[in-house]
Every structure is written in C-alpha cells, then in structure tokens.
Nanobody, 124 residues
Framework: QVQLVESGGGLVQAGGSLRLSCAAS????????MGWFRQAPGKEREFVAA????????YYAESVKGRFTISRDDAANTVFLQMSGLKFEDTAVYYC?????????????????WGQGTQVAIST
C-alpha cells in the first residue's frame, strides 16, 4: 500500500502561485506514474495533471494547461504541482494519486492510492 502526504495548499489571491508537494512511500516510487486530481465544493472529482514513471510524458486538463506544471523528483519520492495564474475556479481540495502502472493516465480508476488532500483557495 502506498502512502501519500500532500502539502503546500493555502489561500492566495487570484493571479498568484502555489506549489503542491506529495511525498510517497511504500513502494518503488520511480516505477509508477503519478497524478493530481481536484474536487471543488458541490462538484465531482476531476483530473488535473499526470506524469509517467520517467517524467517524459505529462498530461493536463484543458482548464489548467499552460498554467500548471507537474514534475517529479525520484530521489525524494515526491511529485509536485506548480500552479501559477491561479483563478477563483481553481479553488478545490487537491489530491495526489499514485498510478497502478508506469504509463500516465487521466482516468481516476488507473490510480490505486490517494492522499488525504490539501485545500487550495483562491480569493478574488
């Protein structure tokens, strides 16, 4: 079982930046894809970004493309989500997810382990 601990959430003004981190343990980190999802109040969980095992392939939701960047540091067993140009509609609880395979995916069912989530709130 993979353990995931997110950090870095908070309250920022629109247009600002945040970097989320997710520390993983429990299995060889470098062999698997990682992802970020989010859930806003009253809405379903949605895909945000994913990265494959090597970092050579990344996927983004259209709503965050060009503003968010996912990356990984295998030496630190950590995946990051750099968020810039934040908008009010980015307000949500952000969840880190560990993939079940090396290949990146945008589908929640391809991620078998999830963190507790970190709150991101954007003020206008």
């Amino acid at each position: 079982q993979v353990q995931l601990v997110e950090s870095g959430g908070g309250l920022v003004q629109a247009g600002g930046s945040l970097r989320l981190s997710c520390a993983a343990s429990g299995r060889p980190f470098s062999l698997y894809a990682m992802g970020w999802f989010r859930q806003a109040p009253g809405k379903e969980r949605e895909f945000v970004a994913a990265i494959n095992f090597s970092g050579s392939t990344t996927y983004y939701a259209e709503s965050v493309k060009g503003r968010f960047t996912i990356s990984r540091d295998d030496a630190a067993n950590t995946v990051f989500l750099q968020m810039s140009g934040l908008k009010f509609e980015d307000t949500a609880v952000y969840y880190c997810a560990a993939g079940d395979r090396a290949r990146a995916s945008t589908a929640a069912e391809d991620f078998g382990s999830w963190g507790q989530g970190t709150q991101v709130a954007i003020s206008t």
